[in-house]
């Protein structure tokens, strides 16, 4: 894409070392465990080919996306490296993509017995081992296999024959509120269905099951947003290094008089003689709808109050309070940064940061830092 040299466009930075920071505050408090990184929908929006490459030279050894092109892609990008972690695809591999999975060596992680039954036929066809992971449901209610599919699995001595089972998975629904008793149900849970299991290696814990304690690390542990620099224990203060800024350049600045409103539906009138900054920032950017008349914007330390509807492609805020000095077209104003991090907007915006990182348009100029 040809980018003019006066980008009227809002930057996306992104902050490489801060990634590798946090994959290793995250190592040294699982600190007996593998590593792996969470890295579907697109490294949570941030970009899978420039974070993959460098977690792994940050020594992440195992990865995990959601579907299996996203798993195709990765390979690609980790083989440019040089380098042939195992990837996992969270959602399991049909069958009939299972020369595919073989070719690019991805781990289907089994969610159900037909999957198990499934992949035990073509290792038999093949008349050798193949790698899975299987993931067990101990109260999420959404993939793996229920706890009844379970006991079916361990009383039957044949029934992963031609698997090689290289991780028990399982996966919290609470882990980011640590005492929701949901947390030591599903653990004692799991443990229990190691125990009736043929051995091997486990994997519960995602960023916020890390936070939870060793108990819940298991042999490997499996971070997304912690890694992304959302915070993984919520009810506290944020271990992670902020990973995203978001800045975007004032388009115009305008005059708005007294008892004038703002954009579609004109649902934010000013009350006084004021000033309007407009963004290039929308919801088709991501900068969510339900933003509208709620948040703010940074100039420097000063807040200006989103005024009126976000619309698709722009953002009006309201910088009568703004200096004039921190206010001007072509100026930066902070979306996301020091002065309100993703947790921050997603706060103001009534999600969560997943869906503000994962939201993230295609239209910023993205700037990865190393
Ligand atoms: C997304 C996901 C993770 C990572 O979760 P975070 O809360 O982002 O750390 C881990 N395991 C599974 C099964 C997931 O779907």
């Known amino acids: 894409m040809i980018c003019p040299a006066s980008e009227q466009t809002a930057a996306l930075t992104i902050d490489l070392r801060a990634v590798v920071e946090n994959y290793r505050l995250l190592a040294a408090r699982a600190i007996d465990s593998q590593i792996a990184a969470t890295i579907k929908a697109d490294a949570y929006g941030l970009g899978i080919t420039q974070l993959a490459p460098v977690l792994a030279a940050a020594g992440c050894a195992f990865f995990y996306v959601a579907h299996l092109a996203e798993g195709i892609s990765l390979r690609e990008s980790l083989n440019q490296q040089g380098v042939a972690p195992p990837i996992a695809v969270l959602h399991g591999i049909a069958v009939q993509d299972h020369a595919v999975a ?40 959404r993939l793996g296999l229920a706890p009844a599919d379970v006991a079916a699995l361990a009383a039957q001595s044949d029934s992963l024959a031609g698997l090689d089972v290289r991780y028990w998975l399982s996966h919290l629904a609470c882990a980011d509120k640590p005492e929701h008793p949901l947390n030591q149900q599903q653990l004692s849970l799991f443990k229990a269905q190691l125990r009736g299991l043929p051995p091997a290696p486990a994997t519960m814990a995602n960023s916020g099951g890390i936070f939870l304690g060793s108990e819940y690390h298991f042999q490997q542990v499996r971070p997304g947003c912690a890694l992304y620099g959302i915070n993984p224990t919520p009810l506290v203060g944020n271990p992670m290094r902020p990973v995203v800024r978001l800045t975007a350049p004032v388009l115009q600045l305008r005059q708005i008089g007294a008892g004038e409103s703002v954009g579609y539906g004109a649902s934010w009138r000013s009350k006084r003689l004021g000033k309007l900054a407009v963004l290039p920032v929308g919801y088709a950017d991501g900068w969510l709808r339900s933003l509208s008349n709620r948040g703010h914007v940074f100039f420097g330390a000063h807040a200006a109050p989103i005024a009126g509807r976000v619309s698709m492609d722009l953002l009006t805020v309201d910088v009568t309070d703004v200096p004039d000095h921190l206010c001007a077209p072509g100026m930066p104003a902070e979306l996301i940064g020091a002065q309100q991090d993703v947790d921050a907007v997603a706060s103001a915006a009534g999600t969560i940061g997943y869906e503000i990182l994962t939201s993230l348009g295609a239209r910023y100029r993205r700037v990865y830092e190393s």
């Open 102 to 141: 073989a070719a690019y060596q991805l781990l289907p992680v089994l969610c159900d017995l037909g999957a198990v039954e499934a992949w035990r036929r073509i290792a038999a066809q093949q008349n050798k081992k193949l790698p899975v992971i299987i993931h067990l449901d101990t109260g999420m209610n």
